[in-house]
């Protein structure tokens, strides 16, 4: 598998980062204007640490002349996946967003300033650190600043995809001084909860008393938590809780939920989510209640929810109920980052702590950017002909300029910039307005020393197009809003449809035909952000105004209303279904394009695709067309559990009768290991979307283990497939330098597998000599037995729940091939299966066979794969698992070119044209696959025929002139082509010839 060029730059950072905590390069302080700037070596470390992101390099797409739209096909393929996100190190103690212009990096846990640690250019040169810090300034001059909050932060990504992260890191309040010494100068009362008794649990070991404290174990992962009710503080005043806790185990993340006087008892509005350290040592968590209750409310129970693997152990040492003298924190801060493949916006919005009695009003609040003064050259204010700031910028010695560009939307703003002891100071405030408590700019960059950049960027910031106009039927219901400089793109509204009608409807889509001019004298880059509050939207595809699919590929985004996964910043969980186009457009240029929202089929074929879609974490949402096959979580689920696809879906199960979905499986993990007695996970670093949709999706999403010693990457690609959801996988595992493991076979995994909610009555696998073996599974807490399931497409398979309404289906592994390399030599061993029953639940984990082995720098471990959720609750053997080992391993499909070259790939079928003509031949595999032909030199389509027989009849995919395929644009100027086919349950051959129009 190829290492894509942001893999490179994200995998370089996160090791140096995991292996030293934080990457000890520095900018320099020293000001000397006008010279040179040195080598790295000889940066004078008097800053603070810099964290040495490099950007992410954009591609190179020649602009040709085959359409209206050429610029933006070319724009939107160098643009591609040009922006990632990222925890820097493997405590999660830091969040990075990185562009193809800079990277920012924000600060989660510390005891210092919760904010920006880290901002730099392209080549990871510092502009400044502890910056970005959002401010209230009371009536009485007093200055809070969310840096100085007392509760740690918490990152969540509800957009991603090709071009844009929304990203919002939330629970800062606002403190006037930072110390842990003012803090308790401010406490107003303390009130210690008695813990000694009065404990009940569910899916943990009663607990245990003693002088320490008190001790729970997990015994189950479902749904474990202990709790406390009949608490007594009617007379507390509390704002904060803080509880010492002692964990050992794999625990990363843990919930609260208070009840009180109210009555409501614990709820899904009074939570607070927070991570957790399990290195068995007294951690002490400060936890916000003001935004989750009254301070008048007395607290009448306690909740926690912990424990990620059964035997996780947490010893409650004490707990405290604090209430503070001052006001400020009756606002709590939702800050975010509108980051683009190549820009970034920044906005602020202050959200009232309602159940909290502190004063609303103040004087202003805003933002300030804070540069070391020696590190400045000079900076300027400009100001438009009637006095409103345009932008505020500084000059910084090697790093170039950094600013903010105002927004020209009406607001009143105050913008300063002026020396403050050590730094520069500027700011950005509004006055204290009680409807609209938000606040907001470009931040702009560029590794120059002159303001003629940001000139330019806040001229075309400030006066966006305006020739815009769009045109839908009544169904679709299109109307253009306005360019929204807060987000920092053009926003449309319209309608959309929900899953039970988009299934049956299939060919519906909601299509808008817009018109923009550039009516200015410069090019024009923008981004179409396509707004419905309707959240089931899939996939969307642009076409020309001559009726011609572009090479496009829309960013998809959604979020399903009323799951309520942020009740405190979001309680209204509004759905949406969002598409986002980036667009170039000349100087004088009109373009005229249709938008196609589209829901179930993209032609003949239902679609295929990848959006994101909103939760408490960021997640990657799959679907064949309404009826959702897959997430990825690639940050996980609960913190750092490991858990990476939730919602994993077949067709071969029951669907539902609310809606056209079906069940899902258990809880699906990937690499881990123990060593020393340490349990050793990895850290997500970057996606790669090859194809997000219609036809088909593929994508890579990276990592690099907490130690330092391997990385991999995990390649998820899906066909439109109706049965049984074989989900491909390619994991490619690249050790980085030596690493000794002892007994491989029981503490190394590869990948694991739980029931998470339900357990299975039988078990199946192949034997050393690759034959099926079932048999019904040992229901006894505590069974174990490791299995030797050879070398020739070793499987495994949990399933017959004897329950037809069980909310999971059964599960296998079935394995294509692989390619392993140890100590530098070609491994052929053979795998092992670890099967064991715990704290009700089957748990199914992969490994090699080995004991202790010394892996060596430049090994490796590749292997293909099916994930395969399979059947349904009355199942009682596994002759579908069988089948589909059948037709993806032993009789898998294979194209033969007649005409071009076969393409490789392990899973993709893919040939390169020949003069703009293709033919092959496909036979094996079964279901629905899609076929990529590449190097056609035309973008008006493709014709598609099949040889029956003799003679040659068309092969009809669409059903408007437009849809039922896919085209991509590629580097060298040629375009790939996709269409989907189905093989028979046989895998009979198909024989295809395809041709530019």
């Not at 009143?412 to 520069?424: H, I, K, N, R």
């Not at 074929?605 to 997430?631: A, D, M, R």
């Not at 495994?796 to 309404?805: A, D, H, Q, V």
């Not at 491994?827 to 029953?837: E, K, T």
């Amino acid at each position: 598998m190829r290492i894509t060029r942001i893999m490179k730059f994200c995998i370089f950072f996160v090791v140096i980062a995991v292996i030293s905590t934080a990457v000890l390069s520095f900018v320099a302080c020293k000001k000397v204007v006008d010279e040179p700037e040195p080598e790295q070596e000889d940066f004078i470390p008097e800053d603070p640490l810099s964290f040495r992101i490099k950007a992410i390099t954009p591609g190179s797409y020649p602009v040709n002349t085959d359409s209206s739209l050429s610029a933006s096909f070319a724009y939107s393929g160098s643009i591609a996946n040009g922006v990632q996100g990222f925890y820097t190190n493997a405590d999660r103690e830091f969040y990075a967003l990185v562009n193809t212009d800079m990277s920012l990096v924000h600060t989660l846990e510390s005891t210092d300033e919760l904010n920006v640690r880290d901002i730099a250019n392209k080549d990871g040169i510092s502009y400044a650190h502890d910056t970005l810090d959002v401010f209230i300034k009371t009536q009485d001059n007093k200055m809070y600043y969310s840096g100085n909050s007392s509760t740690s932060a918490r990152m969540n990504t509800t957009r991603l995809g090709y071009y844009y992260y929304e990203t919002h890191i939330r629970d800062l309040g606002f403190g006037e001084r930072i110390s842990e010494d003012s803090f308790q100068q401010e406490v107003s009362s303390t009130t210690e909860v008695k813990i000694d008794a009065g404990w009940a649990v569910n899916q943990m070991s009663q607990p245990i008393y003693d002088q320490g404290g008190v001790t729970f174990k997990a015994v189950d992962t479902y749904d474990p938590y202990c709790y406390i009710t009949n608490l007594d503080t009617e007379g507390s005043e509390s704002d904060y809780l803080e509880v010492t806790i002692n964990s050992t185990g794999t625990t990363t993340s843990a919930e609260l939920f208070i009840s009180t006087t109210s009555g409501k008892g614990f709820n899904g509005e009074q939570r607070i989510g927070f991570a957790i350290k399990s290195n068995a040592k007294d951690n002490t968590y400060r936890l916000d209640l003001s935004g989750i209750k009254s301070q008048k409310e007395g607290i009448v129970g306690l909740r926690f929810d912990f424990g990620q693997t059964i035997g996780d152990s947490f010893t409650i040492k004490s707990i405290k109920l604090i209430g503070r003298k001052t006001s400020s924190l009756s606002y709590k801060l939702d800050k975010i980052f509108h980051f683009y493949s190549d820009k970034v916006h920044q906005e602020y919005r202050l959200i009232d702590n309602k159940k909290s009695s502190g004063v609303k009003e103040f004087d202003s609040f805003g933002v300030e950017l804070k540069i070391p003064l020696q590190n400045v050259i000079e900076y300027k204010i400009s100001y438009d002909g009637s006095g409103n700031p345009e932008y505020v910028a500084a000059s910084v010695q090697y790093a170039g300029v950094i600013g903010f560009i105002i927004p020209n939307d009406g607001r009143t703003y105050s913008v300063t910039a002026e020396s403050e002891g050590d730094f520069l100071v500027i700011r950005q405030s509004v006055a204290y307005n009680k409807r609209d408590l938000v606040i907001g700019s470009r931040i702009y960059n560029d590794e120059s020393n002159s303001f003629d950049g940001i000139a330019e960027q806040a001229r075309i910031e400030r006066n966006p197009l305006t020739q815009i106009s769009v045109e839908s039927n009544k169904k679709t219901g299109t109307r253009y809003v306005k360019y929204d400089p807060l987000r920092g793109s053009y926003h449309f509204t319209l309608n959309g449809s929900e899953f039970n009608v988009a299934y049956k409807a299939k060919n519906e889509y909601f299509s808008s035909d817009i018109t923009i001019t550039n009516d200015t004298s410069e090019e024009r880059s923008l981004y179409v952000w396509m707004n419905s509050r309707t959240g089931a939207l899939e996939g969307a595809a642009v076409v020309d105004s001559q009726g011609i699919l572009q090479p496009i590929q829309p960013q998809v985004c959604k979020n399903f209303s009323g799951e309520k996964e942020e009740p405190f910043y979001d309680p209204t969980d509004t759905g949406y279904g969002d598409s986002f186009v980036p667009l170039k457009i000349a100087s004088g240029q009109t373009i005229e394009y249709t938008l196609h929202h589209i829901y179930q089929n993209w032609g003949v074929f239902p679609l295929k695709q990848i959006s994101s879609i909103q939760f408490h974490i960021s997640y990657y949402h799959l679907s064949t067309g309404v009826t959702e096959s897959n997430c990825i979580a690639p940050y996980f689920v609960y913190g750092k559990d490991l858990w990476t696809l939730p919602d994993f879906r077949g067709c071969s199960g029951i669907m539902w009768t609310s809606q056209p979905q079906y069940n899902s499986i258990g809880r699906l993990r990937f690499v881990s290991f123990y060593k020393d007695s340490l349990y050793v996970k990895s850290e997500y670093t970057d996606s790669y979307i090859r194809s997000s949709g219609n036809t088909y999706a593929d994508m890579d999403y990276n990592y690099i283990s907490d130690c330092g010693s391997f990385k991999y990457s995990l390649r998820h690609l899906e066909f439109p497939q109706n049965d049984e959801n074989r989900t491909y996988y390619t994991m490619d595992l690249q050790f980085l330098k030596d690493l000794k493991v002892e007994d491989v076979k029981n503490t190394f995994t590869l990948f694991s597998f739980d029931g998470r909610s339900e357990n299975f009555d039988y078990v199946g696998y192949s034997n050393k000599n690759g034959e099926a073996v079932n048999k019904r599974t040992k229901k006894i807490d505590g069974s174990f037995e490791l299995i030797n399931i050879g070398n020739k497409a070793p499987y495994f398979t949990y399933y017959g729940l004897n329950n037809p309404n069980t909310g999971v289906m059964n599960f296998a592994y079935i394995m294509i091939d692989y390619d392993i390399v140890i100590g530098g030599k070609k491994w052929n061993g053979d795998f092992a299966f670890r099967n064991s029953f715990a704290g009700n639940l089957n748990y199914g984990e992969l490994s090699l066979m080995e004991d202790t082995v010394s892996f060596k720098k430049g090994d490796h471990i590749v292997i293909n794969f099916i994930l395969l959720p399979w059947g349904n609750g009355t199942d009682t053997n596994d002759a579908n698992v069988q089948a589909v080992r059948q037709d993806s391993v032993f009789n898998n499909l294979k194209l033969s070119a007649i005409c071009g070259t076969e393409v490789k790939d392990t899973f993709l079928p893919g040939i390169k044209a020949h003069n703009n003509l293709a033919e092959f031949t496909v036979s094996g595999g079964r279901n629905r696959f899609t076929v990529r032909i590449d190097g056609m030199t035309s973008i008006a389509g493709i014709k598609i025929e099949e040889k029956v027989g003799s003679s040659w009849s068309p092969y009809v995919t669409n059903v408007e002139a437009y849809d039922g395929y896919q085209i991509t644009y590629n580097e060298d100027g040629t375009y790939s082509y996709f269409f989907v086919f189905e093989m028979d349950d046989v895998g009979s051959a198909r024989t295809f010839k395809v041709t530019a129009k």
